[in-house]
């Protein structure tokens, strides 16, 4: 059992001064009496009031006397007077049990602080009951505001709790038009992008497997393919697009078939399909970038940055989907009328394409 006995040498309270023995919070009252000035005093220098006449020897008193008797403000006292807290909450069905998806909360976190505001966390597993318990205890902390967040990118249906809210979506959307304001990555601009790094080393035969399972990405990354095929003046050939399970197994076998196609390259829907495809190639005794090109999509620094050769890819921007998050609840940035606000994913080139000879 824990010993109750306190080391007389620890205040009490948290934040009193070490030492002093205090068995209570530092009130506005005893400020003023340090300082010698009028508790009104001290409430206008605590609250900033920019027209207060006060003097600056003044000011400096009694900012002495808040450092010395550890004095903090009454949040939620704030908070009651305000009607808002300096809270933003975040509601996740994943996101921070999902390492690479867990960037949103570190977006998100860093964006808020930037701005005087500290994150609430609810991470669901997709429970139900759970969620709407998060949203309704965010509700009566009086949060700014709440992200609600998937671990992959959908769409969502809005809990009714959430409306109650000042609310952004983060890596979904309503699938009703212009119902709520959401964040997402550009799936289109990134399957553009991975397909953008194998024109550039010099291939034309372009296969690229994509996933069997119907999602934003799916659709997405095939157009960007499709889009930058189109750019560059080479012919969309259905027979180049396979479809498999968006997995290590699903890129091993999707090998045999891809080999029957006359390739140079492979874009994969994701970096998980292309270390199954790594095996799949060299147990046919192929070379990477040599023989065949590979490119994913993802960039999971586990698997693509340690893959042999290293994998080039195009990265899913949940870091700033988080922080565009808190912006666009902020009002710091807008998004358009009838559709998401897209976030680029960015291109990360390494040696699984190989640099086109000058000849």
């Not at 049990?97 to 860093?110: K, L, S, Y």
């Not at 409306?163 to 990134?190: I, K, M, T």
């Not at 808190?326 to 009328?337: E, S």
Request: glycine fraction near 10%; proline fraction near 6%; hydrophobic fraction near 40%.
């Amino acid at each position: 059992m824990i010993s109750q006995e306190k080391d007389p040498g620890t205040p009490a309270t948290p934040g009193a001064p070490v030492g002093t023995g205090r068995a209570h919070p530092v009130t506005l009252r005893e400020v003023a009496e340090e300082a010698g000035v009028s508790t009104a005093t001290v409430s206008l220098v605590i609250n900033k009031k920019k027209n207060a006449r006060i003097a600056e020897e003044t000011r400096q008193r009694v900012k002495d006397a808040i450092r010395k008797l550890g004095y903090r403000p009454n949040a939620m006292a704030k908070t009651l007077v305000s009607g808002t807290s300096k809270f933003i909450g975040l509601v996740a069905d994943g996101v921070a049990t999902t390492p690479f998806a867990g960037q949103i909360i570190h977006g998100a976190q860093d964006e808020a602080w930037k701005h005087g505001y500290a994150l609430l966390i609810a991470n669901t597993e997709g429970n139900l009951d759970l969620e709407n318990d998060a949203i309704n205890m965010m509700l009566e902390y009086k949060v700014r505001g709440i992200l609600y967040s998937t671990w992959f990118h959908r769409t969502t249906e809005i809990p009714e709790t959430l409306r109650e809210a000042d609310f952004v979506l983060v890596n979904c959307f309503s699938p009703e038009p212009g119902a709520a304001r959401a964040v997402v990555p550009d799936e289109a601009q990134g399957g553009q992008s991975a397909t953008d790094i194998l024109i550039r080393g010099g291939h034309r035969r372009i296969a690229f497997i994509n996933a069997t399972t119907p999602a934003p990405a799916r659709d997405g990354r095939l157009e960007g393919y499709r889009k930058s095929l189109e750019a560059a003046g080479i012919a969309f050939d259905p027979g180049l697009v396979l479809e498999a399970y968006p997995d290590q197994e699903g890129g091993y076998g999707a090998t045999k078939e891809l080999l029957k196609r006359d390739i140079t390259a492979v874009y994969c829907y994701n970096d998980r399909m292309a270390m199954g495809l790594y095996d799949g190639l060299r147990e046919n005794g192929l070379s990477i970038p040599d023989d065949i090109a590979v490119v994913g999509f993802d960039n999971q620094e586990v698997i693509a940055a340690h893959l042999r050769p290293p994998l080039s890819t195009v990265s899913l921007p949940h870091y700033e989907l988080g922080a565009a998050g808190v912006r666009l609840l902020l009002g710091l940035d807008t998004a358009p009328a009838d559709s998401a606000l897209k976030i680029e994913c960015p291109a990360v080139e390494r040696a699984s394409v190989a640099v086109p000879s000058k000849a």
